[in-house]
């Protein structure tokens, strides 16, 4: 019996009530807050710390350009993650813009908005449903709810009625909201609207989602603390040893501006951000776009990636894997003749997506529906139900042409069973979905010929396959979740290489899974310290991607809500770009590494010369504004080439670093404190040497110089910890000989340029005194290289 449905007026009266029928969207963060959220950390309130007290003494210059650094570096940061709060915004777009209901007992199209309980729904195959409805009528009916559920195959629906409490794919006497009709036709009764529906209770469970700070965040935040503590601890010992001495508080202040200017790496925020910035254009490159800056780094660390099945590892297209039959030509040309589905000429489908899969597989053989349909034209149709689990159509050669499950064909066949039962088991264990086919003569769906077995899934990627395995070899879990079916899944698994002969199903397949499980298992892997990454293409995967520590989205099939809530988003679908951007994500966590240690080391000598000379009782060798001129050109330029190294060539051949492993360890911090050693011993070496035998303003000017020449010519040797300069390639990196040579000519540049003198205090560098500079400076260098060398020979003994 029909529903009624609404009247005109009680339907504008349940809108006014409740509202309508509309996903509530977040407001994003303005640009200001966005802003502000660059500037909440340790590094950049230590810097702000130090321009503060250097206006206050009325170093402008000084403060001036730390203030710059600051503003730039949040303005960058601010700039590139304007766009990343919009997730429940594009669940808007799975709302049907029109909906056909029946009002006043006619028949008439509304805004999808305009829906409301009690509405009484008409839908046909190719409809997206505008709300969750309970169906009261219904023929040959099924939907597509693969964004929803994560199920690739279209679900049958009855009005069988079914428990609410029963899982969501189970839900056999309901339509869900932005799910598509995929075949028949129904009538429904709207049950829920707006944020009350599936898809509205999968926004609330967005909105919970928390992404938290990245383990690059977090690690910069602790050397930040470090040298926070760090500064605090020298300024006091150098006030201290300065007031014993009798200096008075103004030098003390001095002293304590040029020790915050020297233990402070003003370029590291800037460096961070654009070894970063760098990384998304190299990813853009391989189709891995990057709508968050950190989720680069974060991606080279990943232990875990949690990844749906349907349309991420696999095409999300159902496919003909298998056949079995004496003649398989007859066997497709059986089954082409018993669908209701269409194909176009460049392969697109439309109905079934399983009888799409048979059209195609016909096509591939000469085996057309359009010249079945001219040859021998339908004479009665008996559509497939849940009930009868097959579908038969007579035509006009008088064969009647029979498909559906092996248990509803095998009790009417009495030809062709023979070997059948096994075949069928076999598919069914490879998780495929089994087709019997079968001809009949007359109309009678009796004494049948059986055909053969057609086995249809949704097959793995070809590229899927390469990166399952790339990651394993990389110490990465690949572990698998989907709403498929757990037998479907497993098989899946097997055959990409997810679930390997030693590991526990249980642990890396999950099946049958709601949004809710996927949120679970993610805070699962991450209560275990796993980093992980979630990668999915439909709404049901959002939650789960916004709480991973990077959610990855498929660019080309994914849903606009998982594209919005990923950090990252594959423009190709390609599972392989995952790889890829784990390789640049790992390349670039070791070369910020590697350029905080080649900046802090360069702290670190500062720190030493300063303190020794207060201990000796010597002038300040450098004051603040040469400090800021070698943190910020003499070694912020070396750095930013240093931090967009190419990879190492065995970056993907060793497993994941531990995800509480520090990015400074006690063997970088080593590194750090022995090279500032060797360089505050060879810079207050010149110091004293010159403070003794000549003017301070001279003295200073070779204590100046010798740091600068030391800190240029040690950037080759920070390139890598093992390989020597020229193992690495002197040519590789030529962008790092550009800076280097720019701030040598920056550096000479000072003692020409008479405003340059005054404004750093400088005396004019004679041929001499310069040879005598670059020998000095030649030290560190050289000393770093023999111990990349002496450590080799020790490790090969």
Request: net charge negative; with cysteine.
């Amino acid at each position: 019996m029909p529903l009624a449905g609404l009247s005109e007026e009680e339907a504008a009266r349940r809108l006014a009530e409740h509202g309508p029928n509309e996903v509530e969207r977040e407001a994003p963060p303005s640009p200001w807050a966005m802003l502000a959220a660059q500037l909440a950390n340790p590094m950049v309130a230590l810097l702000l710390l130090a321009a503060v007290v250097a206006g206050a003494l009325g170093e402008l210059a000084d403060a001036v350009a730390i203030g710059v650094i600051v503003a730039l570096n949040a303005a960058v940061g601010a700039t590139q993650e304007f766009r990343a709060e919009r997730a429940l915004a594009a669940l808007r777009s799975l709302a049907a813009p029109q909906a056909r209901v029946r009002r006043g007992g006619r028949s008439v199209m509304v805004p999808g908005h305009e829906v409301v309980v009690g509405d009484a729904l008409l839908l046909e195959a190719g409809d997206v449903v505008p709300a969750d409805a309970r169906l009261a009528a219904c023929h040959a009916f099924s939907a597509i709810e693969s964004t929803l559920t994560g199920e690739s195959l279209p679900v049958e629906k009855s009005t069988a009625p079914v428990a609410d409490d029963a899982p969501l794919a189970e839900r056999t006497d309901r339509v869900f909201s932005g799910t598509t009709v995929a075949t028949g036709t129904a009538e429904a009764e709207v049950i829920a609207i707006g944020m009350d529906t599936e898809i509205g209770r999968i926004a609330r469970l967005l909105a919970d989602a928390e992404s938290g700070p990245t383990p690059l965040q977090l690690r910069l935040a602790r050397v930040s603390q470090q040298l926070l503590w760090l500064c605090l601890g020298v300024v006091v010992l150098v006030a201290a040893l300065s007031l014993l001495r009798g200096a008075s508080w103004l030098e003390v202040l001095v002293g304590a501006v040029s020790l915050a200017v020297a233990a402070v790496p003003e370029g590291l925020p800037a460096v961070v951000t654009i070894a970063l910035a760098v990384g998304v254009q190299r990813m853009a490159a391989r189709h891995v776009l990057v709508r968050r800056l950190p989720a680069v780094e974060t991606l080279g660390c990943t232990t875990v990636i949690c990844t749906d099945k349907t349309g991420t590892l696999t095409t999300g297209e159902m496919q003909v894997r298998d056949l079995w039959g004496r003649d398989r030509r007859a066997l497709l040309d059986a089954a082409v003749a018993c669908c209701d589905a269409e194909l176009d000429e460049a392969g697109g489908g439309v109905g079934d997506p399983t009888e799409v899969a048979l059209l195609l597989a016909g096509r591939e053989r000469g085996v057309e529906r359009r010249a079945v349909e001219a040859a021998r034209p339908r004479v009665e149709v008996h559509p497939f139900d849940a009930e009868r689990k097959r579908m038969s159509i007579l035509r006009a050669d008088g064969r009647l042409y029979v498909k559906g499950a092996w248990s509803s064909l095998a009790p009417l066949c009495v030809t062709g069973l023979e070997g059948a039962d096994a075949i069928e088991d076999d598919m069914a264990a490879r998780g495929l979905r089994v087709l019997a086919v079968a001809v009949g003569e007359g109309p009678e769906e009796a004494g049948l010929t059986l055909l053969g077995l057609v086995g249809i899934a949704d097959p793995p990627r070809p590229e899927a396959l390469a990166a399952v395995a790339a990651a394993r070899r990389a110490g990465i879990r690949p572990v698998m979740i989907t709403g498929d079916h757990a037998i479907t899944a497993r098989a899946i698994a097997q055959e990409l290489g997810v679930l390997g002969p030693d590991d526990d199903p249980d642990e890396v397949v999950h099946a049958r899974v709601t949004p809710e499980d996927k949120l679970t298992i993610v805070r699962g892997w991450k209560a275990r310290g796993a980093i992980v990454a979630m990668t999915g293409d439909g709404v049901n995967d959002a939650p789960a991607v916004r709480e991973a520590h990077v959610g990855v989205a498929m660019g080309r099939t994914g849903t606009p809500v998982t594209r919005e809530a990923a950090a990252i988003v594959l423009t190709d679908d390609n599972f392989a770009s995952i790889v890829e951007g784990i390789r640049e994500g790992r390349a670039i966590y070791d070369n910020i590494r590697k350029t905080v240690v080649y900046l802090l080391s360069g702290n670190a000598a500062e720190l030493g010369v300063m303190l020794g000379a207060a201990v000796v009782g010597a002038a300040a060798p450098l004051l603040p504004t040469q400090l800021l001129w070698v943190n910020l050109v003499t070694d912020g330029l070396p750095a930013l080439a240093l931090v967009i190294d190419p990879p190492d060539p065995d970056v993907m051949k060793r497993p994941p670093r531990p995800p509480e492993e520090p990015i400074l360890g006690r063997r970088q911090w080593q590194l750090v404190a022995a090279t500032g050693a060797v360089e505050a011993a060879v810079v207050l070496g010149v110091y004293l040497w010159a403070s003794a035998h000549h003017e301070l303003p001279l003295a200073r000017t070779l204590a100046f110089n010798t740091l600068v020449a030391s800190e240029l010519l040690r950037a080759f040797a920070a390139r890598s910890g093992r390989r020597i300069f020229w193992e690495v390639g002197a040519f590789t990196n030529l962008k790092l000989l550009g800076v280097i040579a720019l701030s040598g000519a920056l550096q000479l540049a000072l003692h020409l340029h008479p405003a340059a003198r005054g404004l750093f205090h400088l005396e004019p560098l004679t041929l001499g005194w310069a040879g005598l500079v670059l020998g000095m400076g030649l030290i560190p260098v050289t000393l770093l290289e023999l111990g990349k060398l002496v450590r080799r020979w020790l490790g090969a003994a």
